[in-house]
């Protein structure tokens, strides 16, 4: 019988430190996927600012038409664009977008001073920061996970139980504002 | 980041020398008339409590414990003379240091005792105040010694201590706290606290670290407040001061950051690091409550009386 008793217990013992890892695997990928709401939300808040920058510079900038239908492409195919690898590149576009347009902004001289432009530009300052802080959590969390499907003795089995690698979000925003 | 309400900060300057500080010091006293007089007195006391002792003693044995009297009151005359060389020359670098960088610097005082954490502890002590660096903040960072148990069980943890109040408050209370797994083991055995709960937030890294904790019914509030720069901000401390036990901590309006060391005149510069490190997160918490800090600039004002 007591072969049969220590089998038994290896076999819960491991059962045991199965249920432990998945469990571990899935709070790592809720977390991925939390984290990637917030970057979300961020850049919604990005694309939300938007209309209202053109509306403030076209009062003093009109003929920068080019300017602003490049804006309003670029925003639309960032919204288009789902998940962090689709979003990377038109995101990293719109945001130097914005900055241009700010550049532009800022060298009309009235438009530089007027109170609802600078309110904007610390606005999108702000949104920037958060953007930025989001995606440092979002690729925080995905090196966790990552690291953790693909070190061993979870690389074994992560694959087999649905655990995919996450994808990085590697929108350059530096320099925007 | 924004630049928006960040505080005013010196950088990071050279000072006195603490070794030359003390080296003065004990020239001074070596030089002084009085001290040799106190040494001299420590022999005097000394040899009449060896007599009494001799003389108390069966076969009577006076000689030699004189002679030992003498030699051990001496011995701590010049011992409590080395030491107070060394309290002096402290006070006397810190005040000077202080004073380089136009703060101000007062050696003895009262803890804190207006947040949880700084509450806790059989015993409280606190020294060394510095305040003035962030002007108009009322910001105070200073020694805070937690005492338990006593006797030969007596447990000191020495922390150094940013305490500043807010211009409103954020929040009832909000403990950012290192990740214990005793007291993670002991909440699954016994419940949790009815006051407060433990709030997860999006960032795996900040969990591995810190434990996050609020007022039972406003986790809400809690994840208003700690946005995702926030975060950042309590990340990057961690990666700077990876070995101090980091705490945050606000209730109400009060609001103290913790890191577990001790002050050393010989190295006073980590005031100056732990203060680079902690002004985002200062900074970011001032914004929030919409302005600077309420405080009067001299923030000995709020000191505990």
């Known amino acids: 019988m007591t072969p049969l008793y220590v089998v038994l217990a290896l076999v819960a013992f491991v059962g045991l430190l199965l249920a432990f890892s998945y469990n571990r695997l899935v709070r790592l990928r809720n977390k991925v996927a939390e984290a990637w709401r917030d970057v979300d939300v961020q850049l919604q808040r990005r694309h939300d600012l938007i209309p209202r920058l053109v509306e403030i510079v076209k ?81 925080g969390n995905v090196r966790i996970y990552n690291t953790h499907i693909q070190t061993f003795p979870v690389s074994f089995y992560a694959d087999l139980l649905g655990f995919e690698p996450a994808a990085f979000f590697q929108a350059d925003t530096n320099g925007v504002v | 980041m924004s630049r928006k ?44 409590l060896g007599f009494l002792y001799g003389f108390a003693r069966e076969p009577r044995q006076q000689a030699w414990t004189v002679f030992i009297g003498m030699a051990v009151g001496a011995v701590c005359a010049l011992i409590a003379g080395w030491a107070k060389v060394q309290g002096r020359a402290r006070e006397r670098f810190f005040t000077r240091w202080a004073a380089e960088r136009q703060w101000h610097y007062e050696a003895d005082g009262k803890p804190y005792e207006d947040t949880l954490f700084l509450q806790s502890g059989e015993k409280r002590k606190a020294s060394d105040f510095f305040s003035g660096f962030w002007p108009g903040s009322g910001a105070v960072l200073y020694q805070h010694k937690r005492i338990e148990g006593s006797g030969d069980d007596e447990k000191v943890t020495n922390y150094l201590v940013l305490h500043f109040v807010l211009g409103r408050p954020l929040i009832d209370l909000l403990q950012v706290a290192p990740r214990s797994h005793t007291a993670e083991l002991g909440e699954k055995l016994f419940g949790h606290s009815a006051i407060d709960q433990r709030i997860e937030l999006e960032s795996t890294e900040l969990d591995q670290h810190f434990r996050i904790s609020g007022p039972r019914g406003q986790e809400d509030d809690v994840r208003r407040l700690l946005t995702p720069s926030a975060i950042v901000r309590l990340l990057d401390f961690q990666r700077a001061f990876p070995g101090g036990n980091a705490r945050f901590e606000i209730l109400g309006s009060n609001a103290a950051f913790l890191v577990e060391a001790t002050l050393s005149p010989k190295q006073p510069q980590l005031i100056e690091e732990l203060l680079e490190l902690w002004r985002p997160i200062a900074s970011w918490l001032m914004e929030e409550a919409h302005e600077g800090a309420r405080l009067p600039a001299d923030a000995r004002e709020d000191r505990p009386s």
């Not at chain 1, 664009?81 to 060298?107: F, H, N, Q, W, Y």
């Open chain 1, 59 to 139: 009062g003093y900038a009109a003929h920068e038409n080019e300017l602003f239908a490049e804006l309003a492409r670029l925003r639309s195919e960032a919204e288009r664009a789902d998940g962090a690898t689709a979003k990377s590149e038109p995101e990293s576009e719109l945001a130097a977008a914005v900055a241009r347009t700010i550049a532009v902004a800022e060298s009309y001289p009235s438009l530089r001073a007027a109170g609802n432009f600078l309110s904007l530009q610390k606005e999108i300052a702000e949104t920037e920061d958060e953007v930025a802080a989001a995606r440092i959590i979002y690729n």
């Open chain 2, 5 to 48: 309400g960040r505080v005013d900060y010196s950088p990071i300057m050279s000072g006195p020398d603490y070794h030359e500080v003390e080296a003065e010091e004990r020239r001074l006293l070596f030089s002084s008339f009085g001290y040799w007089d106190i040494v001299a007195l420590g022999a005097v006391v000394g040899a009449g």
